[in-house]
């Protein structure tokens, strides 16, 4: 399985950006996709994940405090893929986002999976 992430880039503060990732390979169901973040210094921390549910739970979805009522995670399940869109932005988001996901490739089995992060910069 691999995780391509694509979108990012360099924007003012205001600004927009939309990040997304696309899961490839043998998946037979994506338990779990979003995005991490990192800036210089500190630590990975979670920006959004979506969780799919489960015969006792439904699906859910999930942000950072910093990020709620800016950041809107959305995905496209025909496509794999996941999309972050991030809206007012601040030059507190600047940070590498990494795509996260946990795949199952059989009925018993699941992993953990990175993509390669990708910059977003926001200048004030």
């Known amino acids: 399985v691999q995780l391509q992430a694509s979108g990012g880039g360099l924007v003012q503060a205001g600004g927009s950006l939309r990040l997304s990732c696309t899961a490839s390979g043998s998946i037979l169901r994506i338990n779990a996709m979003g995005w991490y973040r990192q800036a210089p210094g500190k630590q990975r921390e979670l920006v959004a994940v979506?969780?799919?549910?489960?015969?006792?739970?439904?699906?859910?979805?999930n942000y950072a405090d910093s990020v709620k009522d800016r950041f809107t995670i959305s995905r496209d399940d025909a496509k794999n893929t996941v999309y972050l869109q991030m809206n007012s932005l601040k030059p507190e988001d600047t940070a590498v986002y990494y795509c996260n996901a946990r795949i199952s490739d059989s009925p018993y089995d699941e992993k953990n999976y990175w993509g390669q992060g990708t910059q977003v910069t926001v200048s004030s």
């Open positions: 979506f969780t799919r549910g489960t015969m006792i739970s439904s699906d859910s979805t």
